[in-house]
């Protein structure tokens, strides 16, 4: 839907019914797929037609809801997966393989820096984490000849850190590699980092695209303009024949919008099967068809909420891009000018005991580990989601020992409000 908003596009992208067809896009509950005849089938799997054979590597419901995400973040083509976490993985496992180098933000998820630092350590792919904020020299300075990509999120979670996309993405061009984002937080109605200059775009559904805590699921997509054919021996995955598809090479059956996520759907949905179930998708579309007026709520109570902390005589900071005081205020500004998110970070005077005391006396925010959704929630990163890191790859994440993070939830802001005020005054 190129002519329209994107509050038009969160609504109808991705299915159109015809005639006498569901509003909705149908829940395709099936495995498999019948044909006539086993010529049909076997040009499937040769990719030589368009279809559907078995649900591991496409579904219709599936493919739906990718090509609503894909358009509301201007991209090309995109694909679901079962969770963030694969959606991540994917990502760079559809480009570097062993004896492979990555360079990626050191503020990110926790789960996403044991995947990189411990588990494709294991596969004998290396990252080399780097502060975001550090200057475009030291930035380039930590490529290498065999780095792939370069990967950071548009606002780090926890730490709530801006990336500077076109510094990311000036450093990645000027080395060869494709930018990949992590746009989770800000969501595509809040920014569209494909348009600074961003290539590949990753989202946790699981969080404001779901938006009520009830389907985990993840995507990925192409934006469709890194040219892997000027680097064919860098990308030999994508620009040389593949022997398990009788030599197809990619970027020339697909070309150079379709070949990225083609080639993660045939090869590492084929083998790996991280596979988003139809029923899942489903749910994450009627997440979707709220987007738009859910993230203006949350922005606004985020801001209520961190206003009202930043004044507040028992909470030591807080980080709230959206802030005037923040230090990412002016990126905000640049990259997020409508709001950013409805993640609050935040430290009580006190230390971890003071943020272990006021969580146990909130009665509206909920202890849980998730963010961004409906219901307002916290959590004590330090001791939970990033536990498993030593001091300094806390400390190079941006997560401290008192930090708490609350995801304002579309509740009353007073509410809100008055809750913490309630936990502060035990502490």
Request: proline fraction near 5%.
């Amino acid at each position: 839907m190129p002519d329209h908003k994107i509050e038009t596009k969160c609504v109808l992208s991705g299915y159109t019914p015809q005639s006498g067809q569901p509003r909705q896009i149908p829940i395709v509950q099936s495995t498999t797929f019948k044909y006539d005849s086993g010529e049909e089938m076997g040009r499937l799997f040769d990719l030589e037609s368009s279809g559907y054979f078995y649900t591991r590597l496409q579904n219709p419901t599936n493919d739906g809801v990718a090509a609503k995400i894909a358009d509301l973040e201007g991209g090309s083509a995109a694909m679901l997966t079962a969770s963030g976490q694969a959606a991540s993985f994917y990502s760079i496992f559809n480009i570097a393989s062993c004896g492979d180098h990555v360079v990626c933000s050191s503020a990110i998820y926790g789960g996403t820096s044991n995947l990189f630092a411990v588990t494709m350590k294991r596969m004998g792919i290396e990252f080399t984490f780097i502060d975001p904020d550090c200057s475009y020299e030291a930035l380039c300075a930590a490529f290498r000849p065999n780095t792939k990509a370069l990967f950071g999120e548009m606002i780090s979670n926890p730490s709530l850190k801006v990336l500077d996309i076109e510094k990311f993405a000036g450093a990645a061009h000027a080395n060869g590699v494709p930018l990949i984002v992590d746009n989770t937080f800000a969501t595509p109605v809040n920014c569209r980092p494909l348009e600074w200059g961003a290539d590949i775009i990753v989202h946790s559904t699981t969080k404001y695209m779901d938006g009520h805590g009830a389907a985990v699921g993840g995507c990925i997509v192409d934006g469709g303009k890194f040219d892997w054919t000027l680097y064919p021996d860098k990308y030999p995955g994508l620009c040389a024949p593949d022997d398990s598809y009788r030599g197809v090479i990619y970027t020339e059956r697909f070309g150079q919008s379709g070949a990225y996520i083609t080639k993660a759907t045939v090869q590492l949905m084929r083998d790996l099967g991280a596979t988003p179930s139809p029923h899942n998708a489903f749910i994450t579309n009627l997440g979707l068809e709220s987007l738009h007026v859910r993230m203006k709520r949350h922005c606004e109570n985020a801001e209520a909420v961190a206003k009202f902390l930043s004044s507040h005589e028992k909470v030591s900071w807080v980080n709230y891009c959206s802030l005037p005081k923040d230090r990412y205020y002016d990126l905000a500004k640049k990259y997020l000018p409508n709001g950013s998110c409805g993640v609050i970070a935040f430290g009580p005077a006190g230390g971890a005991p003071a943020a272990e005391k006021l969580m146990k006396n909130l009665k509206l925010a909920q202890i849980a580990t998730h963010v961004a959704d409906a219901r307002t929630c916290c959590l004590h990163p330090a001791g939970t989601t990033h536990r498993q890191l030593g001091d300094a790859a806390l400390a190079a994440a941006g997560v401290s020992a008192d930090m708490i993070r609350y995801s304002c939830g579309l509740e009353s802001a007073g509410d809100l409000t008055d809750d913490l005020a309630f936990a502060l005054d035990k502490i």
